[in-house]
């Protein structure tokens, strides 16, 4: 039996895609992965409150904690490889991923987007913001997208997508928790089909940019 997949968690605020994915993991659901850390930019946030009730290191690492990038990344670094991580995991992180930890975790990082990527992605494009654009442009359909971080907002190969309609009478508060109940089931089978070995990582290229 191949050795876990070691996840590192990013999440900025609540957590609700990361407790998901914890919680497929504790049912079995997903049995070749385990997640060792979670770092948040944010001592507030619920996802490092969850991972400290769960017995999972937790991580408050902030830009404004060093006197310089570098020293920020050196520190994230140095977790990452204290903790032997093989993928990262952005679950509502806030923050923009440093160059540097992106190219060191090429193909080894996925984020997800609560909207069907291409469409309704890029920079701005987060939060409610994102439904009140679907529900502006009146489509009928959205969804989640897990796709490969790259240096861009959102454009990284697209893995999996789900979708979930929009009906004519949505506010955007409500289609935003729709989707969020897509992206629960989605985040963790993107994980359990990469943990299994089924949707391979490796050889994605850089997509081109836009
Ligand atoms: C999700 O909607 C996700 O798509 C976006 O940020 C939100 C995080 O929610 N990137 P939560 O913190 O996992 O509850």
Do not use: W
Not at 37 to 59: K, Q, R
Not at 82 to 87: D, M, Q, Y
Not at 108 to 119: D, G, S, V
């Amino acid at each position: 039996m191949p050795a876990k997949l070691n996840i590192a968690v990013f999440a900025s605020g609540k957590g609700s895609n990361f407790r998901a994915i914890l919680d497929a993991i504790r049912s079995g659901r997903i049995r070749n992965a385990q997640i060792v850390l979670v770092i948040s930019n944010n001592a507030d946030a619920g996802a490092l409150a969850t991972a400290v009730e769960f017995g999972i290191p937790a991580l408050h690492v902030s830009r404004k904690q060093f006197v310089s990038e570098d020293a920020f990344c050196e520190k994230i670094l140095g977790e990452l490889d204290n903790h032997h991580i093989s993928l990262i995991v952005l679950a509502g992180y806030m923050k923009k991923v440093e160059p540097i930890i992106i190219r060191r975790y090429k193909n080894r990082m996925i984020n997800i987007h609560p909207a069907l990527l291409p469409a309704f992605g890029g920079k701005g494009m987060y939060g409610i913001r994102v439904h009140e654009a679907v529900i502006a442009a009146g489509s009928t359909i959205s969804g989640a997208t897990v796709h490969l971080v790259d240096d861009e907002y959102d454009h990284g190969t697209v893995l999996l997508q789900k979708t979930a309609p929009v009906f004519p009478n949505d506010t955007p508060e409500i289609l935003a928790e729709r989707i969020l109940r897509v992206e629960h089931e989605l985040y963790p089978e993107t994980i359990r089909l990469i943990a299994e070995g089924t949707l391979s990582l490796d050889n994605y290229q850089a997509a081109p940019r836009t």
